[in-house]
């Protein structure tokens, strides 16, 4: 079992509806979670950044947390074709003090 | 501006060269990080350093090395390159935080050995 797993999709929504990625992760001692955004052939970029739970909203983006269960949530509100990419999920264990162990992302496709 | 920068941004080369793959950073971090990525793949830590003269091997083993010397500097260096070692390269950065802090990506390199 990976320590952080996405399904890699591709997942396609049309454009306006709501993107819905998901990540579970197996160490339940984890305690920061990030959300980052890949378009092909460029480096990750960083979108969202939780550590309780619940949710966190920024812009068009929510993330969500839920450490009983062991999953974490993005949803993409609106989406637009220019948000067609590769979502990682990424988490810190206490452990692992700074180092991000990375799923293997999520290819969202957005059609116009 | 804050900014981490990676430099080439792109390199072919032929094989048995000794390589150095450039990475600093302007926004005071004291973590950096190396990763390598295939494409279409996972991102995988191959190096880290949390801070002068720190440096420590990642999750996938790597014929690489680096060193951290400076702060913002964060070198990563092949001695004799192979087409194995075609690949991109990303470099990152944090800063210390209780939780583990968010970490910032170069634009990358992308190596290709011929």
């Known amino acids: 079992q990976k320590e952080v797993e996405q399904n890699s999709g591709p997942l396609s929504v049309p454009e306006g509806a709501i993107a819905s990625l998901n990540c579970t992760y197996s160490?339940?001692?984890?305690?920061?979670f990030f959300w980052y955004r890949q378009y092909s052939g460029k480096s990750p970029e960083l979108i969202m950044s939780?550590?309780?739970?619940g949710d966190k909203e920024d812009g068009r983006f929510t993330a969500q947390l839920n450490k009983a269960s062991q999953y974490v949530s993005l949803l993409i509100r609106d989406s637009q074709p220019s948000d067609s990419a590769t979502y990682l999920c990424a988490v810190i264990k206490t452990s692992n003090t700074g180092k991000l162990i990375f799923g293997q992302g999520t290819t969202l496709q957005v059609k116009p | 501006e804050a900014d981490i920068y990676q430099t080439p941004r792109y390199l072919v080369i032929g094989t048995g060269k000794k390589i150095t793959l450039e990475c600093s950073q302007t926004?005071?971090?004291?973590?950096m990080y190396w990763y390598q990525q295939d494409p279409g793949m996972e991102l995988h830590l191959i190096h880290y350093?949390?801070?002068?003269?720190?440096?420590e091997k990642g999750d996938l083993s790597s014929e690489s090395t680096v060193s951290r010397i400076r702060t913002e500097h964060f070198p990563l260096t092949l001695e004799s390159a192979r087409p194995s070692h075609t690949s991109q390269y990303l470099c990152a950065s944090s800063e210390w935080a209780d939780r583990g802090g968010e970490q910032f990506f170069g634009p990358g390199t992308r190596l290709t050995v011929l």
């Open positions: 926004m005071g971090h004291d973590k």
């Open positions: 939780i550590y309780s739970n």
């Open positions: 160490d339940r001692v984890s305690q920061s």
């Open positions: 350093s949390y801070g002068v003269n720190s440096t």
